[in-house]
């Protein structure tokens, strides 16, 4: 197992945490707050795919025998790896059915995002979903090494090619073993990185690899939502696209499906892109 797969798993179990005192301001009557450790990666900021992890466990946590049906986040500010993230859970209203939670995230230079979470105990009832294709899995040759995600991960596309193409990307991945209760958490932290990439691929001469130089990007609001139970040890797509980038800001849409074609969780991203010059 490599070590950033187990730091991640540390990184997606944060633990109760004491809430903080704030001058004249009164706390909540129904808060929890949790503290997570962070990925060391090296990067200049925490990686967002770590925060939607980390509130989606938080909300587990919160909300045990529920499980969350949404989460909408808006990112504030940078975060940095030195410093652990807490979380501070608000249980707005649950209900036997239904509960409705706010999370914000903070380092001592201020709030990082705030999430909105809806969670929803398990119902029956009939199913119906739409044919969503589903390519074939590729083939061995089409490995990836993608240095955010310690699993296996596949594609027959390339969001590295500076060619113009359409804003459209498929990634399968599969996980080490892991317990079905984080599939969500790591779902969401894939989720993260490959949309502003998918927007690019219709620029001549622009791609991912440019970040820093050529334009200036940044996550600034992410949305999940959780169709069904699933598992990341079995074989993913994730199948996104962009169907715009305009005024400084670029916007992206993507299924989680399973290898046979069952949507498992719908996801959407907008982002700050910004060209130099």
């Not at 919160?62 to 500010?77: E, I, Q």
Request: charged share 20%; glycine share 8%; hydrophobic share 40%.
């Amino acid at each position: 197992m490599s070590d950033l797969w187990s730091s991640l798993l540390r990184c997606l179990e944060p633990t109760p945490a004491p809430p903080a005192a704030r001058p004249g301001a009164e706390a909540p009557a129904d808060v929890r707050v949790f503290e997570g450790p962070n990925l060391e990666l090296g990067y200049y900021r925490l990686y967002g795919g770590q925060l939607l992890g980390q509130f989606l466990r938080a909300a587990a946590r919160t909300c045990p025998d529920k499980a969350v049906k949404s989460l909408h986040t808006v990112f504030a500010r940078e975060g940095t790896e030195e410093e652990p993230v807490r979380y501070e859970v608000t249980r707005h209203h649950e209900g036997r059915t239904f509960g409705t939670l706010t999370i914000v995230a903070r380092q001592s230079r201020g709030v990082l995002a705030t999430a909105s979470v809806s969670v929803h105990a398990t119902e029956g009832g009939p199913e119906r979903q739409a044919d969503v294709p589903v390519p074939p899995l590729p083939g061995p040759e089409h490995s990836l090494s993608v240095g955010l995600f310690p699993w296996e991960t596949r594609s027959a596309g390339d969001l590295d090619a500076r060619a113009a193409a359409a804003p459209e990307f498929d990634l399968w991945m599969r996980t080490p073993r892991a317990s079905a209760d984080l599939a969500p958490a790591i779902a969401a932290y894939a989720t993260d990185l490959n949309l502003i990439g998918t927007a690019l691929l219709p620029l001549d001469g622009v791609s991912q690899q440019d970040a820093r130089e050529a334009f200036a990007s940044a996550v600034t609001a992410h949305t999940m939502w959780f169709h069904r139970p699933f598992r990341t040890d079995s074989w993913l797509l994730l199948h996104q696209h962009s169907p715009i980038l305009a005024h400084g800001r670029c916007f992206g849409r993507g299924d989680v499906l399973t290898e046979d074609g069952v949507l498992v969780a719908s996801y959407a991203q907008e982002a700050l892109l910004r060209f130099r010059g």
